[in-house]
């Protein structure tokens, strides 16, 4: 499992971890059953504190997406395989819209691409 945190991004790190987690499962990584490192480890290994590891653990819990138990660690629940499909139906739907919206403004691909990874300016 490969999680990697951006400590200069606007986005917290509890986000960056759970969100890393989620796309795992989104992405068939991670399956039902599948148990995630243990806080503690994961925290020593991204070098962020360990509350900031339950935070994202907390969150993903709250979406039904792991299942925490004390003493026994995280895993992926069973019900994380629904929730993939919906949320990739979900993610889909966005991005054709995007893809459309790009489209009728006449931008490239690629120009579509750059605006997406920049700071969200309009292209000039």
Do not use: Y
């Not at 792991?66 to 993939?84: D, P, S, W, Y």
């Amino acid at each position: 499992m490969l999680i990697t945190v951006d400590p200069g991004s606007p986005v917290g790190l509890a986000d960056q971890i759970a969100s890393s987690i989620r796309g795992q499962i989104a992405a068939g990584d991670l399956a039902a059953g599948d148990r995630l490192p243990p806080a503690r480890e994961l925290a020593r290994g991204l070098d962020v504190n360990m509350h900031t590891v339950l935070r994202a653990f907390a969150a993903l819990q709250a979406e039904g997406l792991i299942e925490v138990r004390r003493g026994r660690g995280a895993q992926v629940t069973e019900g994380a395989a629904g929730l993939q499909s919906s949320q990739w139906a979900e993610l889909a739907g966005l991005i054709e819209q995007v893809r459309r919206c790009a489209e009728r403004l006449g931008l490239s691909e690629e120009q579509l691409i750059d605006h997406m990874t920049s700071t969200g300016k309009a292209p000039s």
